[in-house]
């Protein structure tokens, strides 16, 4: 069984920077797809950039466009997310998550489509 952890999270003014990072441990062959998603409170949750295993395609929601870079480390198993010029909106909690399946390309957004989810870490920036 795959577990997913995520850390990095933390406190910044706006315009600074913050690495999240996402340890897979277990058997992680059967992964296709990887993404962080975000939710603010009173918000539902949104994908923010995803990462498709095999093709190396790395679709961005628009509001996180030229700010953010997903990355993944193969022999560490692990996801990064490095935010840079952070916006007091992006303050939520980001998950990381997996998907054993292969999803369509315009579904990487669609939270359903992820069978693993790590616990989240919080992210606030301040303005």
């Known amino acids: 069984q795959v577990q997913l952890v995520e850390s990095g999270g933390g406190s910044v003014q706006a315009g600074g920077s913050l690495r999240l990072s996402c340890a897979a441990s277990g058997y992680t062959g059967s992964i296709n797809l990887m993404a962080w998603f975000r939710q603010a409170p009173g918000k539902e949750r949104e994908a923010v950039a995803g990462?498709?295993?095999?093709?190396?395609?790395?679709p961005y929601a628009d509001s996180v466009k030229g700010r953010f870079t997903i990355s993944r480390d193969n022999d560490r198993n692990t996801l990064y997310l490095q935010m840079d010029s952070l916006k007091p909106e992006d303050t939520a909690m980001y998950y990381c998550?997996?998907?054993?399946?292969?999803?369509?390309?315009?579904?990487?957004?669609?939270?359903?489509?992820?069978?693993?989810w790590g616990q989240g870490t919080q992210v606030t920036v301040s303005s």
């Open positions: 990462l498709f295993i095999s093709e190396g395609l790395t």
């Open positions: 998550a997996a998907a054993s399946a292969s999803p369509l390309y315009w579904k990487w957004t669609t939270a359903s489509e992820y069978n693993l």
